[in-house]
């Protein structure tokens, strides 16, 4: 038997699983790249607009740390930079489903099923390898495919969905290596994460020095890191067609790695030893609250960093963004509408904030249906079987649903603040009107997560429609405007009545009346969760 | 004293399906009641309406004196209940397990614990993502077993424990019964009822088919009797009660109804009998036999 055998149908295992998560994060990354570029073209129609657009923002420093160096004032080259932030995400993405594939199903001990039928020893590893290139390489030539569409030069395009689709599969054999090293697949995500997170702070280093597309006295960093090389092909600028290579070196030789350890350790071991755990229980693991803290920590602690340096990225590159939109009255129209205030930078950050907004209902949400996770996993019947009430239970969890989207937006807007602040010359004020900014968004959140509560009591088996509701109001926030939709149908969204409090005329009614809803959803959700049958299948 | 568990005429619907048709089950205090039947018969869906988590459809459910739908809190404060498949947290530490539940019940005995922990052998250290199944049951069974509740409810609480494990396990059940505590055992381990349990109740598609102590089940009951004799076994097949009859040369095997044993054995030693070996009827014949019925049936 070949140590490959049974590859083929792990293969198609794992396509028929992945059925709706694989196409939706390719075609979701495939289109973006073309529209960015249809919105530069549309945006910057002269030569004279897009080198005032790429000395005054894109070259900017900030921008240039957080996207990625910008070669040249071309649309293509624009849109390359724009895209910057979609490299990470492919990458995460492929490392996250390699180790879905690999560690995650060894940890549930569906492997072992799969073991004792005839697979090799390889399998299993190859199988979930394979599926991530073979997604990563379709992605980057509907990138490429999509780029040329939108008008773009064949070369720069092809080499920029390569650049794309080779760093995807050198995170997805990371991914690979990270799930031979621990025995949880939480571990294997944490390393992984690890790895991406060190190379994304290796270019940002490498980057920030640099202005444009001339590097700064540290970019040989961005050349270390895996991140810096797809901006490093240098799409639409004279193209770099060897930079290519260093990935796929870099994948080799993970893959050298990885392959000895997946044979040499035994089924569901890693190679790092499991950490241990104290013996006793601390005396404040002594009820649901307690327990609801040790198991929404770690995430409350993610969202709070995440939210933090979004913060200070959004704060520090407001004056830019400001700046570069100055002279464009179409954009100026649209921050406007958008915004509806004073000043252009006031406008960016308002609604800038209300985007991180949707990122926080989307913690609440994940915050409320955990409770519902609890009680599938069969984790929440040996508890309600002890001396505690559901309502304790459910509001255990749903206190993290509620007070975790306040804690992140505070330290977003506090984050915005200081940045801001520090770029016009007046962080205590700023930092006390961003506050203010980001604790507004706080009830039009809260609606959501006290939705996603009253599912989970009342409506168990549909929990997860709660997302689409996410969805449906991202799309209302984001398009409906544009489309020109009615007011009725804006207005369905909560966060359609968030006030844009940098302005001078806005009221706290709505605030109060969302508020209200909310208190209206939790009960409801205490209450139709008291008289369900636990466990509802 | 009062009865801890004492259900009549339960009805539990899942949609078209009928879970539990008309359940009665009464458990006696300071009693081991073993909870018998097949897989999907009912003793889970059973045991979460007795602890309030299910509302039922019909019948009556008194726990402990009172109502387990509404009055959960204060019932759960005196059980302990180990479910057939314990999950953990991952990130949890099986001791910090032993411990949550533990106060969540209203505290537990530290020195039983650390006895329970040495005598199951269980790393409390361990995360709750790295223990096998068999150790898993155990952390539900050392944060049950050292509570200090008045009623153990068991749900296949020995799935995946080995059986130098099992023995252990049967220790402290007799140990939990002799400091005056009731349980409720459900089980499809026969060995483990007969060895435990004061009495049974067999349940099969939601309702009970048989209750009582072992011997009031065996009761009525044929004992398998195999013999080598000296004579010939003629008249013995014509005798009443006796079933089954099987002869091999000198070797007969027989069943026999409790009333017809004394005639039977009569015969048999009018024959001339050189050996003799009789046996009651296990709890697994019991028990096929019921399960048989309803195959046939079907």
Redesign the interface.
């Known amino acids: 038997m070949s140590p490959f055998t049974g590859t083929r149908h792990l293969v198609r295992l794992i396509l028929r699983r992945d059925r709706v998560v694989l196409p939706i994060w390719i075609l979701l990354l495939a289109v973006l790249p073309a529209s960015y570029a249809s919105a530069y073209a549309e945006l910057y129609q002269t030569a004279d607009e897009r080198a005032a657009y790429l000395a005054n923002t894109a070259s900017n420093p900030s921008i240039v740390a957080l996207l990625g160096p910008v070669f040249g004032d071309s649309i293509g080259a624009l849109t390359v930079q724009r895209a910057g932030m979609l490299v990470l995400v492919a990458a995460l993405a492929s490392l996250l489903t390699v180790v879905r594939h690999t560690r995650t199903e060894e ?1 549930a001990g569906r492997r072992e099923l799969l073991g004792a039928t005839v697979l090799g020893r390889y399998a299993g590893l190859t199988a979930a390898l394979l599926v991530t290139y073979a997604a990563n390489v379709l992605l980057g030539l509907l990138i490429a495919g999509g780029l040329v569409a939108a008008g773009l030069p064949g070369a720069g395009s092809l080499i920029f969905g390569a650049g794309l689709a080779l760093t995807g599969v050198a995170f997805a054999t990371v991914g690979g290596l990270a799930a031979q090293l621990t ?2 697949a ?1 571990g294997a995500r944490g390393i992984g994460l690890g790895v991406l997170g060190l190379a994304f702070v290796l270019r940002l280093a490498g980057d920030a020095g640099g202005s444009g597309g001339a590097g700064g006295k540290a970019e040989w960093l961005s050349w270390v890191s895996p991140l810096g090389w797809a901006p490093r092909v240098r799409a639409f600028a004279g193209e770099r067609w060897w930079v290519l290579l260093l990935p796929v070196l870099f994948a080799a030789v993970v893959a050298l790695v990885a392959y000895p350890i997946s044979v040499r350790r035994d089924l569901g071991a890693g190679v790092l030893p ?9 005396p404040r ?4 609250f ?2 609801a803290w ?2 929404h920590r ?1 995430q409350l602690l993610g969202w709070t960093l995440g939210f933090g340096l979004l913060g200070l990225v959004l704060g520090g590159a407001a004056d830019a963004a400001a700046d570069a939109v100055q002279g464009n009255q179409q954009v100026a129209d649209i921050l406007a509408r958008l915004g509806g205030t004073a000043t252009l930078a006031e406008a960016y950050l308002g609604s800038s904030l209300s985007l991180t907004a949707l990122a926080a209902a989307g913690y609440g949400i994940q915050a409320a249906l955990r409770a519902r996770a609890e009680e599938t ?3 929440a ?10 309502s304790r239970w459910l509001a255990a969890h749903l206190l993290f649903a509620l007070l975790g989207p306040v804690v992140v937006l505070a330290v977003a807007g506090l984050a915005t603040g200081l940045s801001y602040g520090l770029s016009v010359g007046d962080v205590g004020g700023e930092l006390l009107r961003l506050l203010g900014v980001g604790l507004a968004q706080v009830p039009a959140v809260w609606v959501l997560a006290g939705l996603a509560a009253l599912l989970v009591g009342w409506l168990p088996r549909f929990s997860s429609a709660a997302w689409a509701v996410l969805a449906g109001c991202l799309l209302l926030g984001q398009i409906g405007a544009v489309l020109k939709l009615s007011q009725w149908a804006l207005d369905v969204s909560p966060f359609t009545h968030t006030p844009q409090v940098l302005g001078d005329n806005w009221t706290v009614t709505p605030l109060v009346a969302l508020t209200v809803i909310t208190a209206a959803l939790l009960a409801l959700a205490l209450r139709t969760f008291q ?5 509802t ?1 | 004293m009062e009865t801890p568990i004492e259900v009549s005429g339960l009805v539990k619907t899942f949609g078209r399906t009928r879970a539990l048709d008309g359940l009665d089950l009464t458990v006696r205090a300071g009693e081991v009641h073993g909870f018998l039947g097949p897989n999907g018969a009912g003793k889970s869906t059973a045991i979460r309406a007795l602890l309030g988590l299910l509302r039922t459809d019909a019948g009556d459910v008194r726990l402990l004196g009172g109502d387990p739908w509404r009055d959960a809190v204060a019932l759960h404060r005196r059980l302990a209940y180990v479910p057939g498949d314990v999950t953990l947290w991952p990130n949890l530490s099986g001791g910090e397990v032993i411990d949550l539940l533990g106060r969540m019940r209203g505290g537990l005995d530290p020195a039983r614990r650390a006895e329970l922990l040495d005598s199951f052998e269980l790393d409390p250290r361990k995360k709750g993502r790295a223990y096998s199944k068999g150790n898993r049951q155990k952390v539900g069974l050392v944060a049950a077993l050292a509570s200090d509740v008045e009623l153990l409810i068991l749900d296949e609480p020995t799935s995946g424990l080995d059986p130098l494990m099992e023995e252990v396990f049967q220790h402290w059940v007799r140990r939990a019964r002799a400091d005056g505590r009731t349980v409720l055992l459900s089980s499809h381990i026969l060995a483990e009822v007969e060895a435990l349990c004061d009495r049974v109740t067999i349940i099969r598609n939601g309702r009970d088919v048989e209750t009582g102590t072992l011997s009031e089940l065996r009761h009525l009951r044929r004992t398998s009797i195999e013999a080598e004799v000296t004579g010939s076994v003629d008249g013995l097949g014509q005798l009443g009660g006796v079933h089954d009859l099987r002869v091999d040369g000198q070797r007969v095997r027989f069943d026999v109804e409790d009333a017809a044993l004394d005639a039977a054995l009569r015969r048999l030693t009018e024959i001339g009998v050189r050996s003799l070996t009789s046996q009651p009827p296990t709890l697994e014949e019991l028990f096929l036999r019921h399960y048989q019925a309803e195959q046939v049936r079907s």
């Open positions: 940890e025995e949880s939480g499991p950490r241990l755990g104290p013996a006793t229980a601390g693991l002594a009820g649901p307690g327990l040790r198991l770690g996993a069969g984790r019947e040996p508890l309600l079987a002890t001396a505690v009430s559901r008289t369900r049958d636990i466990p299948q």
